[in-house]
């Protein structure tokens, strides 16, 4: 497929991104820059000093908030991607309202049990639908361990094992990897369509 | 019984068993998990009703934090 042919057909294509911390925010950078059509960012926080040090953020947005903040630079990548941002903490009534028309959806949360959360409502609510997650980006080295697996509509990235502690955070090239790999998924998943 | 759990054939001797029954066989002791047999998700308050039987495929994700 030639590069004109897939931002043709990616322009078409909306996806939900829950998160933009250091997966949302790498995953979502990923999708603008080859020409996703739509984008829908959801995230309550706000960029502080110590998310730079994996986030797709700079020194001059501390104190911004992120989903607003991330539109901001997706726009100086590419101007051209629609970008809807909602700054709440995600409940189960939002992600139904926000993201039943996406094609994907991008789990990009930091806490486990926020993930579970969206797992569970995103495969009860939508089986059909796509839902590609991050879990276990923690840490350095170990790229022996970061793997794809499918079931289903469930696309997992990540170690699996790996959980953050204060001896092992989340850092730059790790958290990027994953987050790559979920715009990955993505990308093959709505060219194969 | 023959399952396949987490895209890997696995035995064991019992004809079925429970969700509970199967992750304290395994020993997996997480509190975040996501449960799904033959694609259908099992909420937590049916670990001990839910029921695996032969040719099942389960699957147990872990969920750890971090993004």
Not at chain 1, 22 to 38: D, F, K, P, T
Not at chain 2, 22 to 43: D, P, Q, S, W, Y
Request: glycine content about 8%.
């Amino acid at each position: 497929m030639t590069n004109a042919t897939l931002t043709e057909k990616l322009k078409k294509k909306t996806v939900g991104i829950a998160g933009c911390g250091g997966l949302g925010s790498n995953c979502a950078v990923a999708l603008a820059r080859v020409g996703i059509g739509s984008l829908i960012l959801v995230d309550f926080d706000i960029i502080s000093e110590s998310n730079l040090n994996r986030q797709y953020y700079f020194l001059s947005q501390v104190g911004e908030s992120k989903a607003p903040a991330l539109k901001r630079v997706i726009h100086q990548v590419n101007p051209s991607v629609s970008v809807i941002t909602y700054e709440v903490k995600l409940d189960p009534e939002h992600i139904l309202r926000y993201f039943k028309d996406c094609d994907i959806i991008v789990e990009a949360f930091d806490q486990a049990d926020q993930k579970e959360m969206l797992i569970e409502t995103v495969l009860s609510a939508f089986p059909e639908k796509p839902l590609v997650v991050g879990i276990g980006v923690a840490g350095w080295g170990m790229n022996e361990r970061i793997h794809y697996r499918q079931t289903g509509n469930l696309h997992i990235c990540g170690d699996e094992i790996t959980g953050i502690s204060e001896l092992n955070p989340p850092l730059a090239p790790r958290v990027g990897i994953v987050a790559n790999m979920q715009a990955n998924v993505v990308l093959e998943l709505l060219l194969k369509k | 019984m023959k399952i396949i759990l987490n895209n890997t054939p696995e035995k064991f001797d019992q004809d079925m068993m429970t969700v509970n029954e199967l992750l304290k066989a395994k020993t997996f002791t997480f509190k975040m998990l996501i449960v799904r047999i033959n694609g259908n998700l099992v909420k937590k308050d049916e670990y001990n009703t839910a029921t695996i039987r032969d040719k099942d495929d389960v699957m147990v994700l872990h969920l750890v934090s971090g993004g």
